[in-house]
């Protein structure tokens, strides 16, 4: 297991096109998490799944976001309606279920809304 | 709600001088704190968490609960330990287990 994984690394999409992420975590891990993160900043929460269950979402998380975890192993991001500011990094995380567990980022998916 | 500050942006030291990365937060729980370290062109990665109490590549972290802080200290700085730390919260009284992140700190060390 090389660890969590992202694809794409890179996107550049223009003003109102869908894009996707994909996350891929480590393998015995049952939680995953979406955060984002603009220049200067740290880390956002967006939201996290337990297994399939998306268990908490944060209000930066319009409706044009949609995450899934289907089957309990990888993970998609979809932004519907790209906007400019939604220009940032997309980074994946994921751990064990077990209180203080430590967060295993990817490297993330970088957006470029021109 | 938890938040998680770093009043420094930019810590710049020269090799071998003692730093420290400031980290305050906010919670009202039991919190557990954690310092990521992102070196140059390298994912988001733990450096040390205040449960295990450990000193990692020569950093360690003391969590004050009376000054809600968690300020990473190391008493000699190496130009490789130049990169971006952020601090973070986990509530450990809550099964939701939401990370909240710090803006980060950019640490560089000077030869």
């Known amino acids: 297991d090389t660890g969590v994984s992202q694809d794409p690394r890179h996107k550049i999409t223009k003003r109102g096109q869908n894009v996707t992420f994909r996350c891929d975590p480590i393998s015995e891990h049952n939680r995953l998490y979406w955060y984002r993160q603009t220049l200067g900043q740290g880390p956002e929460f967006l939201t996290y799944?337990?297994?399939?269950?998306?268990?908490?979402k944060s209000r930066l998380l319009s409706d044009r976001f949609s995450a899934e975890r289907p089957k309990g192993s990888f993970s998609t991001l979809e932004i519907q309606r790209t906007e400019q500011g939604d220009s940032a990094m997309y980074l994946c995380?994921?751990?064990?279920?077990?209180?203080?567990?430590?967060?295993?980022f990817g490297e993330g998916s970088r957006l470029t809304v021109l | 709600a938890q938040r998680v500050t770093q009043p420094e942006k930019l810590l710049s030291v020269f090799k071998g001088a003692p730093v420290e990365l400031k980290c305050n937060y906010s919670y009202s729980g039991s919190p557990e704190l954690f310092w990521y370290v992102q070196y140059s062109r390298q994912r988001l990665q733990l450096l040390l968490r205040h449960i295990s109490r450990e000193s990692i590549k020569g950093f360690t972290a003391d969590l004050n609960k009376g000054e809600t802080s968690f300020h990473l200290k190391k008493p000699f700085a190496q130009e490789e330990d130049s990169a971006m730390y952020y601090c973070a919260l986990s509530p450990r009284d809550n099964y939701g287990q939401n990370f909240v992140f710090g803006p980060g700190t950019r640490l560089s060390v000077l030869p």
């Open positions: 995380a994921s751990n064990q279920a077990v209180k203080g567990g430590e967060l295993f």
């Open positions: 799944f337990q297994n399939e269950a998306q268990l908490e």
